[in-house]
């Protein structure tokens, strides 16, 4: 059973690219939450998702950040127009369906540079 | 909203002292969890406490959850340098998933062989 799988690993974007971030939960976990970890700094929650649903992206910033989790395929957080301040490393992490407190398992993370 | 606060920000510590996180939130929590991320790496789960006044035990690590359900701690007895990394506590307010947790900002432990 593997895990939490996240891609690209490390992603460097000049300012005003796109940065796209893929996250493929663990197998039979429905529920995908992304996290923004600034340098030296704790994990911040963005958005929480369901398979073809946001159900809180009450951390994501209103522009140009977006989240999606399609009914096929992975998890994507996509940033447009990216800004020196968007490098950070960005963790995904999934939970089991209908399974409530129970531990999150992370994926490896996305280090984004914007040079 | 609720906030999670942990303290001390930075600890380095001599290989075999004790080393100990605290954990505060602002509101009481349904549980608590503590993950630890090594430099570089990811947040790993090591235990989640629910029950108010609950101790928990791995090998050299302790974990308690306060009465009040309001805060917690870790310890960690006698340092080793594989303890290094950072030590998060993550709070979950009231029926909610596990995911949609209040992290603190962690305590760095470095240890000194």
């Known amino acids: 059973n593997a895990g939490v799988m996240q891609n690209p690993r490390h992603l460097v974007r000049r300012r005003g690219q796109e940065a796209r971030l893929r996250c493929s939960p663990m197998?039979?976990?429905?529920?995908v939450y992304w996290y923004r970890q600034l340098p030296e700094e704790g994990l911040k929650f963005m958005v929480y998702?369901?398979?073809?649903?946001?159900?809180?992206e009450s951390g994501m910033p209103k522009e140009r950040f977006s989240a999606e989790f399609p009914k096929e395929g992975p998890s994507i957080l996509r940033i447009q127009q990216v800004v020196r301040g968007d490098s950070a490393a960005y963790f995904c992490?999934?939970?089991?369906?209908?399974?409530?407190?129970?531990?999150?398992?992370f994926g490896q993370g996305t280090r984004l540079t914007v040079v | 909203g609720q906030q999670v606060m942990q303290i001390p920000q930075y600890q380095h510590v001599q290989e075999g002292e004790d080393f100990t996180t605290y954990c505060n939130s602002s509101?009481?929590?349904?549980?608590i969890q503590w993950y630890k991320q090594r430099p570089g790496g990811h947040p790993v789960f090591l235990i989640q406490?629910?029950?108010?006044?609950e101790v928990k035990k791995q090998k050299r690590l302790t974990f308690q959850f306060g009465e009040a359900k309001k805060n917690s701690s870790l310890h960690i007895t006698a340092t080793q340098t594989t303890d290094v990394g950072t030590y998060f506590c993550?709070?979950?307010?009231?029926?909610?998933?596990?995911?949609?947790?209040?992290f603190g900002d962690g305590t760095t432990l470095t240890v000194k062989p």
């Open positions: 992490a999934s939970s089991p369906l209908g399974t409530l407190g129970t531990e999150a398992f």
């Open positions: 197998k039979g976990h429905s529920h």
């Open positions: 998702l369901q398979k073809e649903n946001i159900i809180d």
């Open positions: 509101t009481t929590l349904s549980n």
């Open positions: 406490l629910v029950k108010s006044g």
């Open positions: 993550a709070g979950l307010k009231g029926n909610t998933n596990a995911g949609k947790s209040t």
